[in-house]
């Protein structure tokens, strides 16, 4: 376990991911320095203004659905306790009629209002710093320090422990002027994605949230909603756009939403169309940022000069490169990938984040999982070609 001169990070980006790691190491104790480019918290795709908790069902496991059913159970916990539900979440059903269809117990969240619940708890230890309008350029490891620097190289912040948990931005940062990691050794991917919503005035088309390609959200009211939504709306979404990497609203996507709604439920389809061609039409679309195998990345970056040397020194003699050998930044971590599940995932994976930086043990029946989420995976199989 690191000394308490040790205990301070600086976290790069203030949505869930960020907001879940600042509240996980601040009740380790941890002082905390959160940076941001937005003017607040949850501005990327934590901003979705409402979407799903459910689990991610499988005939036989797979790691996403373990991860997913840890991570549901943790993400309620919290729920359940920082969040009165009204204000950021209704507990719900969802009637998958896709594959493995069934209906499962889920939840409406609001993302937003659980990255205030941790940013307010942190603040509240006494723990944290939040910087906003403070785009990290590129992070300078100096006299046991990692520096965030701006574009002018301006140090913005200091620390001896960094966490990168800014979604697709990670990637820019961490292989860009940073240079700390090959582009190939951290395959990451912007997914545009865009959600159809609008005022309910009349009853719900539906009973309950309907998922096939995407989910249909019948009903959700929020007292918290941001004043551009209505407090009582419908919403169908996402459209997965991978490799788009804007946040304008387009009217095909709109079409693309409306044809996955025909088959959940024709009256709402025919209502979103109706709503688009009398302009009252309401959208949202952010980038989520995915891996190549569609896990996050979660635990310590990998350290590609180093990883670089080794390979050369080795020759084409080379054996394998296991995991707990590949090479890795002094007190550089990163929390990212969450793809399209980082309502299930952030808390679980925040929480056994803080447990690796602290040294923790893994438990036994989780160590596979851990490895399929580790960061370095994708470096350590380049070390083996
Ligand atoms: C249309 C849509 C629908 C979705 N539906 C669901 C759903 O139903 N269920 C679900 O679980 N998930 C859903 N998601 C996914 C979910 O929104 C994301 O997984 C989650 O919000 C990601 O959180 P994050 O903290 O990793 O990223 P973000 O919330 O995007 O936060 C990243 C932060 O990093 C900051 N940043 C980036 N680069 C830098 C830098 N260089 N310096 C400083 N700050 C930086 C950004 O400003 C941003 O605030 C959906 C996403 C979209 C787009």
Known sequence: MPDSSARHALVIGAGLAGAATCAALARRGWRL???????????????????MLSPHVTRAPTPMSRLSALGVAATLDELQRRVPQGHGWRT????NLGHHPGRWPAAMVRPAALVKAWLD???????????WQANVHKLLRQSGLWQALDTHGECLAQAPVVVVASA???HALLTGASSLVDGDALPLRPVKGQMSLGELHEAPWAARPQRDDGVFVPCYEDAGLAPQWPTRLWAMGSTYERGENSTHLSASAHERN??????????????LREAQAQGSLLGWAQVRC????????????????TLEERMVQAGPRRGRMSLAETPRHDGLFMLSALGSRGIALAPWCASRLAATMEGEPTPDEQADLLRAIDPARFASKRARR
Request: negative net charge; contains cysteine; charged residues 15%.
């Open 33 to 51: 320095t959160l940076l941001d480019a937005a003017t607040g918290p949850a501005q990327g795709a934590s901003a979705l203004p409402v979407g």
């Open 92 to 95: 719900c059903e969802v009637d």
């Open 258 to 271: 409306a044809i996955g709604l025909e088959s959940l439920c024709a009256p709402a389809a025919a209502a």
């Open 290 to 305: 995915a891996s190549q195998d569609r896990l996050p990345l979660v635990g310590a970056v990998p350290d590609g000069k």
């Open 168 to 170: 697709y931005g990670s």
């Open 121 to 131: 708890e942190s603040a509240q230890l006494g723990l944290l710093e939040c910087r």
